[in-house]
């Protein structure tokens, strides 16, 4: 079998993964598949990778699959594909909750599966992906060609499977909270005269900044913020605000939840 990279599923994920590994291989090695033929005639004609006739098509030329589906549509993809797959074959699942050994039970062979978890800003190449696979279960070969898939919509980073429900917190599901935030601090500069175009512009660019200061300094996030502050000035005064609101306790509380409901959510 070929290294052919399939995807089933063009949603917004599974196109911005796919759009992101075009980037780094010819449309030669891809082949996919997705129900909406306006979706398949959209990929076709912006990403130059022809589609497969269905998801089992896909699964017979591909040796890299990537099931970019909902995942209360897992069980009847597995089943689609099923007659196709072998040991071979590497599945990668993006969805949150679906562990790789209910994968393997579920197509009923002993496949190779690569839990992924990315999240909404890989769309536009500043994504943040954790993924996880079984020690030995992938050659060097194999694990750079996924590594590279997933570092081309942002950084990626391998991590324990016993993890990957907190990776929802950390990146799946966290783009909403920071989002909340900027609205918050844009909502309230409007409240002082401010207009909205230019309050979300102030605050929105001030989290990326803020974001590449910790990343390109290497500095604990809570070190820089202590040094924002002067005794006396501005900033401390709203520090201490968020400090008498128990800010630690309420995004604790948002992420507890975050992660009570990913467990609820497994597939084991």
């Not at 070190?223 to 501005?234: H, Q």
Request: aromatic fraction near 8%; glycine fraction near 8%.
């Amino acid at each position: 079998m070929k290294d052919v990279i399939g995807f089933i599923g063009a949603g917004n994920m599974g196109t911005a993964l796919l759009t992101g590994a075009r980037g780094a291989y010819g449309p030669e090695q891809f082949t996919f598949y997705d129900h909406h033929e306006d979706k398949r005639a959209f990929i076709e004609e912006t990403l130059g990778v022809k589609a497969a006739a269905n998801a089992a098509d896909v699964a017979k030329k591909a040796k890299f699959l990537f099931l970019t589906v909902k995942p209360q549509n897992y069980e009847e993809l597995l089943g689609q594909i099923r007659d196709e797959l072998t040991r071979e074959h590497i599945m990668i699942s993006v969805a949150p909750g679906v562990t790789g050994q209910w994968i393997c039970r579920t197509a009923g062979t002993d496949c190779r599966v690569v839990r992924v978890m990315p999240n909404t800003p890989a769309l536009i190449g500043s994504g943040m992906t954790g993924f996880s696979y079984e020690e030995g279960a992938l050659t060097d070969e194999e694990s750079e060609v996924i590594m590279n898939i997933l570092s081309s919509c942002g950084i990626a980073r391998r991590v324990d499977e016993s993890l990957m429900d907190t990776v929802i917190c950390a990146s799946g599901s966290s783009p909403a909270f920071y989002y909340l935030f900027i609205d918050a601090i844009a909502k309230r500069c409007e409240a002082w005269g401010m207009s909205r175009e230019d309050a979300v512009l102030f605050a929105a660019q001030t989290a990326i900044g803020s974001a590449r200061m910790i990343l390109e300094t290497g500095e604990d996030p809570a070190i820089l913020a202590e040094r924002v502050c002067s005794k006396g000035g501005t900033t401390i005064e709203g520090v201490q605000s968020l400090q008498r609101d128990n800010l630690d306790s309420v995004v604790a509380r948002a992420i507890d939840a975050t992660y009570t409901k990913a467990k609820a959510m497994r597939k084991d």
